[in-house]
């Protein structure tokens, strides 16, 4: 596992770079604003990315919070019980989970109710109505027709939002890389944290493939920008007042003892 080894150090090191954690989240800003003018212009050619049939959006993106809560899930509670197992502790550390996944939730569900309630139901692309009685997306699409509304790109939320959490929720690594822990726990630990950064670099990617070939600039920007203050009115706003689910382990406090 010492290639596994080298690919942390390499991982952490990059992640404690100041200027990496401090401007992750301007790069999905960027993304977007220059994705949807390089789609406006139609300067990108086709590629096997710009179908949304493209494996990784099929098996990874439409289920992307799966992903990130099956390989988060774990990595939270080794990592986190590795500082603490005090009930308390570790409990506040999940809560970050259900408040995530709430965040999430009402997101998409306020997404899918803007769209249904600017939108209209079309026999094609075309613009003649074919009946008031589809008020909504489902129905519509169920009925064979094209749904029109203002779509809000819940692919630009999520795979911003999710590449954030990560980034926070894996930050104790830095210090758990020097830890004496045992060696079933630091290679679970280890392959976790390698995954969670494959999926991170995943995400990014499918973020970009977004940006360049689907949505109106505006669905895009909206999205990007929802999943942007979900991460920062919990990181950088709520998780630092003392009634909250708390930051991640930061640094080692004087006298801790790691558990193994």
Not at 36 to 51: A, D, G, N, W
Not at 71 to 84: D, G, R
Request: hydrophobic share 50%; glycine share 6%; charged share 15%.
């Amino acid at each position: 596992m010492a290639a596994v080894d080298v690919i942390v150090d390499n991982l952490v090191t990059l992640w404690r770079i100041p200027a990496v954690r401090q401007n992750f989240h301007w790069i999905f800003l960027l993304i977007s604003v220059v994705g949807s003018i390089l789609k406006e212009l139609e300067l990108v050619p086709q590629t096997y990315f710009s179908s949304n049939r493209n494996a990784l959006n099929v098996y990874f993106v439409k289920v992307s919070w799966g992903w990130t809560l099956l390989l988060l899930t774990p990595f939270l509670l080794l990592s986190n019980s590795s500082f603490s197992r005090s009930a308390s502790f570790l409990g506040r550390r999940l809560l970050s989970l259900a408040v995530a996944t709430m965040i999430w939730y009402a997101c998409t569900e306020a997404f899918f109710y803007v769209e249904d309630l600017t939108g209209s139901c079309f026999e094609t692309d075309g613009v003649d109505v074919i009946s008031k009685e589809f008020t909504s997306k489902v129905g519509c699409r169920r009925a064979g027709y094209q749904w029109q509304g203002y779509d809000i790109s819940g692919h630009s939320f999520i795979l911003a939002y999710s590449s954030l959490f990560i980034m926070e929720e894996t930050a104790p690594m830095a210090f758990l890389k020097t830890a004496s822990l045992s060696a079933l726990p630091r290679m679970v630990l280890n392959l976790l944290y390698v995954a969670l950064n494959l999926i991170v670099i995943v995400w990014v990617w499918m973020f970009a493939c977004t940006s360049v070939y689907f949505h109106d600039p505006s669905h895009k920007l909206l999205g990007t920008v929802c999943g942007l203050l979900g991460w920062y009115l919990t990181y950088r706003v709520w998780y630092l007042k003392p009634w909250s689910p708390g930051l991640p382990p930061q640094r080692h406090l004087k006298g801790l003892k790691l558990h193994t």
